[in-house]
C-alpha cells in the first residue's frame, strides 16, 4: 500500500504507540477519540484526523479498538522489524546509550560500539564489544548494520558518515550537533537535547510573562 503521511502526523505516532502500549497494559480494549484525547493531550479531531491517514479504524459509536490500533501504529513506524545497530563514540553518550535495554525490546539489536581511544578499544559495556573504528566499514558490511549512533566529537562526524555511508548503512540516528550530508538513500535522524530543552525555557519564559501556553 503507497500513503503519503505528512512528517508531522508522523512525528505524533510515537506518542500515540506509547499511550496505547499502556491502555493495552491496563486491558483497556476500546477507547473513543475524546477519552483518548484526554489522556494524549492532541484534541479530539486532531486524533480522527491522524487515525484516518491509515485507514477506517473508528467506528462510529464503538471507538477505536486499542490492540489493532497499537500493532497497525507499530507496522507503520516499522517495530516489527529487527534492526542490527552499532554505536560510535563509546564516551559518556554512547555508552548511556548502550546500558538502555528498552532500545533491544522496541527491536533495535545493538551490536557492538566502536572508538578511536585506545584505552577503551577491547572493553566490553554489558556484552557489547568495543571495536576500533578503523574496522568500522568492514563490520558494517559483514554483519548486516541498518543503523548507526553517532555519538562522537563533531569534526571527524562527517568523514565516519561518508564510510558509513559507503558501507551500506540505512540509517544514522546523529548526536553530534552537525547537519551530514549524505546519499539520498541513507536516512538521517538528528537529536538535540539542547532543543528540547530552549523549547521548556521559551514555555517557562511564557509562563513567567503570564502568557497562555500553546497546545500541543
Ligand atoms: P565523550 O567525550 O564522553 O565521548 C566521545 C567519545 O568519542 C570518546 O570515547 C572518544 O574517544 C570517541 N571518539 C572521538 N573521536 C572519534 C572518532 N573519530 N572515531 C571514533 N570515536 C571517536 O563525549 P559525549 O559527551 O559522549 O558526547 C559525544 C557527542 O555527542 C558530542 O558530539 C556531543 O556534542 C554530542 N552530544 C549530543 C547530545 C544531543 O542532545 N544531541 C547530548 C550529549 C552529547
Known amino acids: 500500500m503507497s500513503r503519503k503521511i505528512s512528517m508531522a502526523v508522523i512525528r505524533r505516532l510515537p506518542k500515540y504507540h506509547r499511550y496505547l502500549r499502556d491502555l493495552l497494559e491496563k486491558d483497556v480494549n476500546r477507547i473513543s477519540s475524546k477519552e483518548l484525547s484526554k489522556i494524549i493531550g492532541f484534541t479530539a ?87 576500533d573504528i578503523e574496522d568500522i566499514k568492514e563490520y558494517v558490511t559483514a554483519n548486516n548494520i541498518k543503523i548507526a549512533v553517532i555519538c562522537i566529537p563533531k569534526d571527524k562526524v562527517q568523514s565516519i558518515a561518508n564510510e558509513l555511508a559507503d558501507a551500506g548503512i540505512s540509517g544514522i540516528w546523529n548526536f553530534a550537533p552537525v547537519d551530514l550530508e ?8 538528528n537529536v538535540h537535547l539542547t532543543e528540547s530543552l530552549f523549547t521548556l525555557s521559551y514555555l517557562l519564559n511564557e509562563k513567567k510573562l503570564g502568557h497562555e501556553l500553546p497546545e500541543e
Do not use: M
Open 182 to 189: 549524505l546519499p539520498e538513500d541513507v536516512i538521517v535522524e
Open 45 to 131: 479531531s486532531q486524533i480522527r484526523q491522524d487515525l484516518n491517514n491509515f485507514g477506517g479504524f473508528g467506528q462510529q459509536g464503538y471507538g477505536y479498538n486499542v490492540e489493532e490500533l497499537y500493532k497497525e501504529i507499530s507496522t507503520i513506524l516499522g517495530l516489527e522489524e529487527e534492526y542490527n545497530t552499532i554505536i560510535i563514540g563509546a564516551g559518556n553518550l554512547g555508552q548511556a546509550i548502550a546500558n538502555y535495554a528498552g532500545f533491544r525490546s522496541s527491536g533495535f539489536r545493538i551490536k557492538a560500539l566502536f572508538d578511536i581511544n585506545p584505552r577503551l578499544i577491547g572493553l566490553k559495556i554489558r556484552e557489547l564489544e568495543i571495536f
